[in-house]
């Protein structure tokens, strides 16, 4: 059986194309959420290292997607498009 | 001043007068070259440095030793959280360790005790005095006090712990 490399691979954060395809801040998202700025900010830049169901839900509800399309899973030196 | 730092004020100040009573304690039997204990009161003139033979002498001063010695390392570990809470780092292993060593100086100052108490049986038997107030801490509720703020220290150092470990477990969860 192969051995899989889990640290070669990271969760990558697709808010900033969902919010530039709302045309929604993150300021008003936080507001929509109840998360507060400095955590969407660490979301959106990939830095949070764990993420809350119930925030899970809050921001699929408020930008209307899926937790598939809010994450994705990567190669960790992937860039994204 | 934040709120938090206005809370802090009175502890500090609280550690302050608990370093101030040691200074008192320390000048007291050092200046007046007496040593304060359960036994002085028996003695006219006190249990002073001049009148002890060297056996209780050795202890008593032995005693006195370990318990400014115990306090003072408990009055800085105290202190030591008091500032790491100031700085925002309550939840630290230094806090911890800070409080880890306050815990023990109190043990510590309870050997203290142990050789002071030794130390009066001894003076007392040289001085040839049988009915004092011995055992004064056994028989009352004070060592009821004394091992229950012990043990609310280590307690603190427990919380202090898991606190840490829960931080780390929540750092970078959104």
């Known amino acids: ?81 | 001043m934040t709120n938090a730092h206005k809370d802090l004020g009175t502890p500090f100040f609280i550690a302050g007068i608990g370093s101030l009573f040691l200074i008192f304690y320390i000048t007291n039997v050092l200046g007046n070259r007496r040593f304060v204990t359960d036994l002085s009161a028996a003695i006219p003139g006190g249990l002073t440095f001049d009148a002890l033979p060297t056996g209780p002498f050795a202890y008593l001063l032995a005693g006195f030793i370990v318990k400014v010695v115990s306090l003072a390392v408990s009055i800085w570990g105290v202190t030591a959280v008091l500032y790491r809470i100031r700085r925002g780092e309550l939840f630290s292993r230094q806090s911890t360790k800070a409080a880890s060593i306050a815990g023990y100086g109190l043990l510590g100052w309870l050997v203290g005790v142990l050789f002071e108490g030794m130390g009066d049986n001894f003076a007392a038997r040289h001085l040839g005095i049988e009915q004092w107030a011995s055992g004064s801490l056994i028989n009352n509720s004070t060592m009821v006090i004394v091992w229950l703020l012990i043990t609310l220290v280590f307690i603190v150092d427990m919380a202090i712990k898991r606190a840490v470990k829960l931080e780390e477990d929540v750092d970078g969860l959104v």
Do not use: W
């Open chain 1, 1 to 81: 059986m192969d051995s899989y490399n889990f640290e070669s691979m990271q969760i990558h954060c697709h808010l900033n194309e969902l919010l530039e395809a709302k045309d929604m801040t993150l300021t008003d998202l936080s507001a929509r959420v109840g998360v507060s700025v400095v955590n969407l900010s660490k979301l959106k830049n990939n830095h949070a290292k764990a993420i809350r169901f119930s925030t899970l839900v809050a921001l699929c509800h408020v930008l209307d997607c899926e937790p598939g399309d809010l994450l994705t899973l990567q190669k960790a030196d992937q860039t994204s498009a």
